[in-house]
């Protein structure tokens, strides 16, 4: 499936932020693109299975590590794109802590000032 803009209900934020993406058969690492309180965009080597339930531990600069539960919605290959990962995939957050929440929806609302 293939990303569609126009379906965004939530701001974003753009990051270049690593990320460890952990499924039950693998483990890989990856960069965010961009992030929302409900999702994110990420470049990898590796796509997860869109079928499986992602554990993602994303590192802020400067900060504890985000831990969200996420099932993946979309995939592109990202070939034809600046960066030096093949794959770039969507996510939907199903799980993130309130306190995580809060911090992304002040990336967002900093950004876009």
């Given at each position: 499936m293939v990303p569609n803009q126009d379906r965004r209900q939530f701001a974003r934020a753009e990051?270049?932020?690593?990320?460890?993406?952990?499924?039950?058969?693998?483990?890989?690492?990856?960069?965010?693109?961009?992030?929302?309180?409900?999702?994110?965009?990420?470049?990898?080597?590796?796509?997860p299975s869109t079928a499986q339930e992602l554990r993602l531990e994303i590192q802020p600069p400067n900060r504890q590590p985000i831990i969200v539960l996420a099932k993946p919605i979309w995939s592109v290959d990202a070939d034809a794109t600046e960066s030096s990962y093949r794959f770039m995939f969507g996510v939907q957050f199903e799980y993130i802590s309130e306190v995580d929440l809060q911090f992304l929806g002040d990336i967002v609302v900093k950004q876009s000032h």
């Amino acid at each position: 499936m293939v990303p569609n803009q126009d379906r965004r209900q939530f701001a974003r934020a753009e990051a270049k932020w690593s990320v460890t993406i952990i499924s039950p058969d693998s483990q890989t690492l990856g960069e965010i693109k961009s992030i929302s309180q409900v999702g994110a965009s990420i470049y990898c080597h590796k796509l997860p299975s869109t079928a499986q339930e992602l554990r993602l531990e994303i590192q802020p600069p400067n900060r504890q590590p985000i831990i969200v539960l996420a099932k993946p919605i979309w995939s592109v290959d990202a070939d034809a794109t600046e960066s030096s990962y093949r794959f770039m995939f969507g996510v939907q957050f199903e799980y993130i802590s309130e306190v995580d929440l809060q911090f992304l929806g002040d990336i967002v609302v900093k950004q876009s000032h």
